[in-house]
């Protein structure tokens, strides 16, 4: 069984900054791209940037310049660094990576549980 689990989450002023953090853990042979998603109520999950195994990052054109992705990939780790936070990155912020655990050599999609940021003075 494979988890996703993030930290990092909480009440941070306008312009400040947070880091969230996404450990995978269980029986993992390899990660492929892994993201960071976010949702606010009534509203379709957005995706706010993706990485690669081997780095490559993109960016939604709302968080550009702001926000960074990075991974460690020895730790099984993602984080997304996010600075010059603004009330509208209110949200619950999802991880999401792809899989291949020991148990079968296939792909699957995994989600973590979500991190609530509030961006309020």
């Known amino acids: 069984q494979v988890q996703l689990v993030e930290s990092g989450g909480g009440l941070v002023q306008p312009g400040g900054s947070l880091r969230l953090s996404c450990a995978a853990s269980?029986?993992?042979?390899?990660?492929?791209?892994m993201a960071w998603y976010r949702q606010t109520p009534g509203k379709q999950r957005e995706l706010v940037a993706t990485?690669?195994?081997?780095?490559?990052?993109t960016y939604a054109d709302s968080v550009k310049g702001r926000f960074t992705i990075s991974r460690e990939n020895a730790k099984n780790t993602e984080y997304l660094q996010m600075n010059s936070l603004k009330p509208e990155d209110t949200a619950v912020y999802y991880c999401?990576?792809?899989?291949?655990?020991?148990?079968?050599?296939?792909?699957?999609?995994?989600w973590g549980q979500g991190t609530q940021v509030t961006v309020s003075s």
């Open positions: 269980g029986s993992i042979f390899s990660i492929g791209s």
């Open positions: 990485i690669t195994s081997s780095g490559s990052a």
């Open positions: 999401n990576a792809d899989v291949m655990p020991y148990s079968g050599r296939i792909w699957y999609h995994y």
